[in-house]
Antibody, heavy 119, light 110 residues
Framework: EVQLVESGGGLVQPGGSLRLSCAASGFTFSTYEMNWVRQAPGKGLEWVSYISSSGSTIYYADSVKGRFTISRDNAKNSLYLQMNSLRAEDTAVYYC????????????WGQGTLVTVSS | QSALTQPASVSGSPGQSITISCTGTSSDIGTYNYVSWYQQHPGKAPKLMIYEVSNRPSGVSNRFSGSKSDNTASLTITGLQAEDEADYYCKSYTSSSTWVFGGGTKLTVL
């Protein structure tokens, strides 16, 4: 069974940093592209970042470019999102998401981890 | 990276059909067939319903179908059921090598 389990969310002050982790199991992690998607409270979905299966290709949404860094450790079946210079508008549930075939179709989602940026 | 445009809400009675539109530009939907649709029930993670414009993942009811014309993609649900009541989001690949979601549509089954 495919499982994606996020961790690392919490309350952080504006300007602070947080590192999210996603533990993957039930599939060959190293062969799948992965994404982070977020959803602000009561709002819609927002694509945040993508990383190829090898980690060699990375893309970011303009809203997080230069502040967030996506990475992966295929030996540990883990995906990460390092978030720096956090702003109130980054407050959201962050989902770890598996890309079905590398074209952006997300076939499995984690349960999400809440990040709250507030003083 | 402007969000794709979806109607805020649509509604229909059980057994009826509804269509949700998703309008983009020539830089996303108009050029690429990497359009997907997601269903999200309150408090739950989204679920993939349609990928590459019109393909259904295994396990998704054939009451759900997708199509595209020019810069607009559409999701059609036939034979509406109470369990279809949810939020629906479209998503497209863009010429900037990024992805963009629609703002979401709340489907109410009357």
């Amino acid at each position: 069974e495919v499982q994606l389990v996020e961790s690392g969310g919490g309350l952080v002050q504006p300007g602070g940093s947080l590192r999210l982790s996603c533990a993957a199991s039930g599939f060959t992690f190293s062969t799948y592209e992965m994404n982070w998607v977020r959803q602000a409270p009561g709002k819609g979905l927002e694509w945040v970042s993508y990383i190829s299966s090898s980690g060699s290709t990375i893309y970011y949404a303009d809203s997080v470019k230069g502040r967030f860094t996506i990475s992966r450790d295929n030996a540990k079946n883990s995906l990460y999102l390092q978030m720096n210079s956090l702003r109130a508008e980054d407050t959201a549930v962050y989902y770890c998401a598996r890309d079905q075939r590398g074209f952006g179709e997300i076939d499995y989602w984690g349960q999400g981890t809440l990040v709250t940026v507030s003083s | 990276q402007s969000a794709l445009t979806q109607p805020a809400s649509v509604s229909g009675s059980p057994g009826q059909s509804i269509t949700i539109s998703c309008t983009g530009t020539s830089s996303d939907i108009g050029t690429y067939n990497y359009v997907s649709w997601y269903q999200q029930h309150p408090g739950k993670a989204p679920k993939l319903m349609i990928y590459e414009v019109s393909n259904r993942p295994s396990g998704v009811s054939n009451r759900f179908s997708g199509s595209k014309s020019d810069n607009t993609a559409s999701l059609t649900i036939t034979g509406l059921q109470a369990e279809d009541e949810a939020d629906y989001y479209c998503k497209s690949y863009t010429s900037s090598s990024t992805w963009v979601f629609g703002g979401g549509t709340k489907l109410t089954v009357l």
